[in-house]
């Protein structure tokens, strides 16, 4: 169970805050106590004869109103990880805002789903920008501020299992995952003297948007999780340093089993 408060007097920042994963996040490092940056592109509600809109429906404004009702803080910051200048925004803002940042979950991603045979050059370049070059420049632009503080932080990016499996029509989304994982865990060795943790959390199939518009062939035996189950991974994973537990893959499912509270971190 997560601990009340543990996040107290901490600043995260979660992009893709919007809906699904990233929103589960945010409402839970609020309710654990930290100020929460709320970053993704969708700032107004999409009509209600949308496809999916149970699913696909989500504005950072509703997540940061939905803290703010709990009794939490939080700020929503537009932003499209696709665009250098709002990561750099991004960064910049939550510095002015709140002082510091001390937590980065790197959430916002989309799937690309066709065989390579039909895929459109548009959707891998796509795929490519907002899975990996963004969550680096993300990186690239907090880092300096995490730095300075020198308090140590926490990083993370959400992976999926398709990085490390083969998954039917995946071969981009997998790539782009498999990409992340190498980049992030790389990251975690730069930052390590400076006791900021980068890890890699892959949730499990969650119902989203992401898994309902799509149809994920070979992943029907896979049990769907709701967004929530991430939360008491994600708020331990937020609370950890370099010195604690840096430069690991982690399977949530296995939270309490093979990682977390107690249990030693890998050796290098
Ligand atoms: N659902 C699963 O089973 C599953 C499994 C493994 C990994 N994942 C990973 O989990 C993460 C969250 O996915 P989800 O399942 O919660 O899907 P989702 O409901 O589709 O949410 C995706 C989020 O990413 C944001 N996003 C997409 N493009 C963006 C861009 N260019 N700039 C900023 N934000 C952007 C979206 O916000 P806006 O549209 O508002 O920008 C949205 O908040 C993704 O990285 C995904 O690959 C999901």
Redesign the pocket.
Known sequence: MAVAGELRGKVAIV??????????MCLAFAAAGAQVVV?????HEPPPDSPFIK??S???NDTAQQIAVAGGEALAVP?????SD?LRDLADRTVKHFGRIDIVV??????CESPVVDLEEELLD?TL???IR?PILLCKYVLPAMIEQKGGGSIF??????SQAYREGRVG?SMS?AA?DRAYLSIAEEVREHDIAVNVL??????????R?GD?PG?GHIP??Q?DSINEAAVWLATQKASTFTGQRIERAEFGINWGPSIPMPAR
Not at 15 to 22: D, M
Not at 39 to 43: F, L, P
């Open positions: 992009t893709g805050g919007s809906r699904g994963i990233g929103r589960s970053a993704s592109r969708t700032e699913y696909g989500g504005t950072i932003c499209d990880v696709t665009n709002d790197s959430n916002a991603g989309v799937d796509r920008t907002v899975n963004g990016c959400i992976t999926s299992g398709a989304y995952k992340l892959s949730p499990g199939r969650v119902d989203t948007w992401m898994n518009h994920w992943t769907m999780e967004p």
